[in-house]
């Protein structure tokens, strides 16, 4: 449909300069017929037919006009719902790739290709399909039209269209480049300002604000001079233009006018040729432009075929719920990361039964956390197996998987939403009831009690209004609000005073009683309930036992404990 607007749009330019030459041409050979004695019927006659022409003229431009209207709200409006769809199509292809794909690409990378490429695309879809037909068509019609009227005076005016066209695209490459630099130093800008302001407190405290400003001012004078250069291009890019149009028009009117002067051509013929000759510029212009266009978004597209191409963690999706019946075991399972020559976890065999609580301990760097994002699937079991009721965890869909589990991980995250948004984060319904238990449980409601706007306060981003004790335990509620079968806790108390954890401790015993836990910490009070607790050491379990057995045992333990209750 669009295409075929394009068609129509172009047929009804084509006729404004015809009516422009009929025109002329009727007062030219009108005004040596009657001659200049009979001025009187002349001026009537000529008045009479250019009103005519002129209102053909204006009847021409409002069709090719509407035409036009209707090329636009096809094609552009497809483009848009092409770049929607896109949109769509990568950010849920987003969610579904796993923990690799997110280490080996920064975030920023994701946003631009989610943005700038996508809007590329849409660039060559919408804006450049559109004027490439437009040069299609009217070059097509605009030139048999020219042959048709004078061929020789077509010679001379397409002649320099190539070289409009091509100096116009390497003119826009330049562009490009340019531009391309520009993006390059501006997304350093940003990147830099974000880190500055997510990273203001230490900034501040180390008085760091000196440094870097200058470093934000070296990278804007740099920006400021890629900025510069491009105006500079941009500066020649139109007198450029314009002289090489210039310099078309002229040798039109010379080689005309010599024509018309031998009585060949005809005063309208000439006035019709400089007209076409003004309608083929722009397409020609347009012409370098698109042809950047569509290299930039084949290049983009590239870029986001990339991802789109990446493979998925889980294609399985079951809406069935999973329950937990027995027993989680893992059998002789061991990890390394990518990039390390050592293993974060080796041979690690456990049994889980149903309603344990489960204590994992060991110094930093140990692999509790990697054995929790094990269990919770966020990483791959490379050797060994980890079974759920005998099943291979692999085995079963991530959703309903994910759906019996509720993790709070090490790292807290907190969403620029309201707290009670944060607790019910992923919960559709919930009563107010439950929502208060589970603020009581964690020893917030004293926290939330001081805020104005209580539950309904808005954590700033990344819940700067909270202590990090305050946010570890709005992450806990969160799991907690879940309600589900397997709770896993990574280090969730770490930046709990000694009180409130013990609090805490206390009022989760009651959670506790028909859930099976994973805890890991490393405080001794959150773990000597477990039933079972293992020492971690480099990636191996040293020991394992209960909290009475392990404090006779003369090993890290109780050395921890003899440490922390000392
Ligand atoms: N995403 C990761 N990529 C590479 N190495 C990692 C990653 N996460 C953890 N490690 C490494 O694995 C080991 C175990 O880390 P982790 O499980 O976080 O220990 P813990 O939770 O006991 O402090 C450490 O040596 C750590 O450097
Ligand atoms: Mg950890």
Redesign the pocket.
Known sequence: MGILCVILSNFFAIYVPVFVRQGLDDAYFNSQLFGYSQSSILYKIIMFNALGFGIAIVLASVLKGVFMFFMRQTLVVASREIEYDQKNELFLKYEKLGEDFY?ENYTGDLMSRITEDISNVRMYIGPAIMYFANVLFSFIMIITQMIMVNKHLAFWVIVPLPILSISIYYVSQKINLGNKKIQEQLSVITTHAQETFSGIRILKSFGAEKYFSKDFNDQGVEFQNRNLKLALVNSLFFPLMMLLVGLSTIIVLYVGGREVEKGIFTPGNLAEFVIYLNMLIWPVASLGWTTALVQKASASQKRINDFLNREEIDLQVNDNDLSFLNQIELIQVSHR?I??NEN?LTDISLKISKGEIIGIT?K????????LQLLTKQIQVQTGQITIDNQKISNLPLNAYRKMIAYVP?DVFLFSDTIEANIAFGVSEYSLEQLDEIIRITCLDKDIALFEHGKNTILGERGVSLSGGQKQRVSLARALMKNSDILILDDCLSAVDAETESRIIYNLKEVFKNKTVII?SHRVSPLQHANVINI?EK?RIVESGNHEFLISFGGYYQWLYENQTS
């Open positions: 280490r990361y990039d390390k974060a060991g930093t760097g140990s692999g509790k956390s990697t054995l090490q890991t971690l990636g």
